[in-house]
């Protein structure tokens, strides 16, 4: 699924939100950077199967690619741009936005409030029902940066 959100320039920029389609895309990427391996690509997309978690975080759970490298391939396949974390400094009003038991349960962190959008910070793309829940609690635009775990 895709959504559109404005980027410092005004410009929309189009994003995709995960899907598993996304993630086979994210194996491609992986593999065309000589990253992975056609055998731990599926070796892990059968594990994916049994254990039904994210392909992306198995990659990186597996230790076969840094979270980093990772992170800036699903940048690429997402649309949603990557920033370290410590690029960012967190302010107590815009983090208050976004209540605490939100931001564990999706593991993100609001790290901008602007001209009525919120930008929130994850270490995952987001998928389109975890959006469009957040869109309802918050009642505001949202933008996403993709960050190392914090």
Known sequence: MSGTVPEKTGEPRAIRYATDQMMLELAHRLLEQHLVTRAQVDA????????DEALDRLFIKEGIVREEEL????????????????????????????PARVALRHQ?????????MLTLAGFQVPDLSTVDSLRMLLNCAMDWILCTQF
């Open 44 to 51: 892990l997309t059968t594990k994916k199967v049994y254990t």
């Open 71 to 98: 992170l800036l391939a699903l940048s690429e396949v997402s649309g949603i741009p990557f920033h370290p974390i410590a690029d960012f400094t967190i302010v107590p009003d815009v983090a208050a936005r976004l």
């Open 108 to 116: 993100i962190m609001p790290i901008k409030y602007a001209n009525g």
